[in-house]
């Protein structure tokens, strides 16, 4: 248990210190604009005489408040570890620029941040900031947390373009397109996925489920079309942010069991937000 939390701690490092390294060595010198609250950081910081590290940090701090209240302790706690060491990192790793192509820290920047951003998810955590502002709103409008993450990159893509030129805007755009391509390969762009697990284990796996997940789990006889094996299909539906827990209580009780994940388009009828 405590080799897992470090594992994932120093995940958690490394993701916030790839962060930093693209923002500090390839965005921030090429004024090009990162993503959620790292990019809203980036825009005040013209304006003020904070840098972007302590603005991303001071953004963070009631975001995490809600976010122990409404999304959950360990979750919130690891997320806002990622925040601080990444504003941490952002004030030491000094602002430099290695290359004169904007189109290169564009591309460099946005595959860096994505790389740390992607693990990091992985692993059961996020970069805080707009993942939990938007798992919050979610929850109370009931809309897509996509939406949420479309309407600030937006707000960010447009108020850069009108202050700083669209030239940097469409840069921005770039950095974006990056990034997603590069987590959607680590993690998963999806927000909800439904789970299909064919094991011989289905009570013991049921209980280590409801241990640590509050999710309904519908069961499916099956059987082996080659061995005519009996077995159970538990069939469960998660958010990204579940993964990380539910693959390793597969690993742990029936390392043996067939797995299927698949993305969820929409679900119709109760689905526990909470």
Same mark, same amino acid.
């Given at each position: 248990? *405590?080799? #897992?939390? /470090?594992?994932?701690?120093?995940?958690?490092?490394?993701?916030? @210190?790839?962060?930093?390294? =693209?923002?500090?060595?390839?965005?921030?010198?090429?004024?090009?604009?990162?993503?959620?609250?790292? !990019?809203?950081?980036? @825009?005040?910081?013209?304006?003020?005489? @904070?840098?972007?590290?302590?603005? #991303? &940090?001071?953004?963070?701090?009631? +975001?995490?408040?809600?976010?122990?209240?409404? +999304?959950?302790?360990? &979750?919130?706690? *690891?997320?806002?570890?990622?925040?601080?060491?990444?504003?941490? &990192?952002?004030?030491?790793?000094?602002?430099?620029?290695?290359?004169?192509?904007?189109?290169?820290?564009?591309?460099?920047?946005?595959?860096?941040?994505?790389?740390?951003?992607?693990?990091?998810?992985?692993? !059961?955590?996020?970069?805080?900031?707009?993942?939990?502002? /938007?798992?919050?709103?979610?929850?109370?409008?009931?809309?897509?947390?996509?939406?949420?993450?479309?309407?600030?990159?937006?707000?960010?893509?447009?108020?850069?373009?009108?202050?700083?030129?669209?030239?940097?805007?469409?840069?921005? @755009?770039?950095?974006?397109? /990056?990034?997603?391509?590069?987590?959607?390969?680590?993690?998963?762009?999806?927000?909800?996925?439904?789970?299909?697990?064919?094991?011989?284990?289905?009570?013991? #796996?049921?209980?280590?489920?409801?241990?640590?997940?509050?999710?309904?789990?519908?069961?499916?006889?099956?059987? =082996?079309? &080659?061995?005519?094996?009996?077995?159970?299909?538990?069939?469960?539906?998660?958010?990204?942010?579940?993964?990380?827990?539910?693959?390793?209580?597969?690993?742990?009780?029936?390392?043996? /069991?067939?797995?299927?994940?698949?993305?969820?388009?929409?679900?119709?009828?109760?689905?526990?937000?909470?």
């Amino acid at each position: 248990m *405590y080799l #897992l939390q /470090a594992k994932k701690l120093t995940i958690v490092i490394i993701g916030a @210190l790839l962060n930093a390294i =693209g923002m500090n060595c390839f965005l921030i010198p090429a004024n090009v604009y990162a993503s959620g609250f790292a !990019g809203v950081a980036q @825009l005040i910081a013209n304006w003020t005489p @904070l840098s972007t590290g302590i603005l #991303l &940090f001071l953004l963070n701090v009631p +975001v995490a408040v809600l976010g122990w209240l409404k +999304v959950g302790k360990s &979750f919130t706690l *690891y997320s806002f570890l990622s925040v601080a060491f990444m504003s941490l &990192f952002l004030e030491i790793i000094p602002v430099n620029a290695y290359s004169n192509d904007i189109l290169l820290n564009a591309v460099f920047g946005g595959v860096i941040s994505a790389v740390g951003v992607g693990f990091t998810l992985k692993w !059961g955590a996020s970069t805080g900031g707009m993942d939990i502002v /938007a798992m919050i709103l979610s929850r109370v409008q009931d809309k897509p947390v996509g939406t949420y993450f479309f309407t600030l990159n937006s707000i960010i893509i447009v108020t850069a373009g009108y202050l700083y030129g669209w030239e940097k805007a469409l840069y921005t @755009l770039v950095t974006l397109y /990056a990034a997603t391509r590069v987590i959607d390969a680590i993690h998963t762009r999806h927000q909800k996925l439904t789970v299909m697990i064919v094991t011989k284990k289905s009570d013991e #796996l049921k209980c280590a489920i409801h241990e640590k997940l509050v999710r309904g789990i519908t069961m499916i006889p099956a059987r =082996g079309a &080659f061995s005519n094996e009996e077995r159970d299909m538990m069939m469960i539906v998660i958010t990204r942010y579940e993964l990380f827990d539910l693959e390793r209580i597969i690993k742990e009780v029936d390392p043996n /069991a067939f797995t299927n994940i698949v993305q969820t388009t929409a679900i119709f009828g109760f689905f526990r937000k909470e």
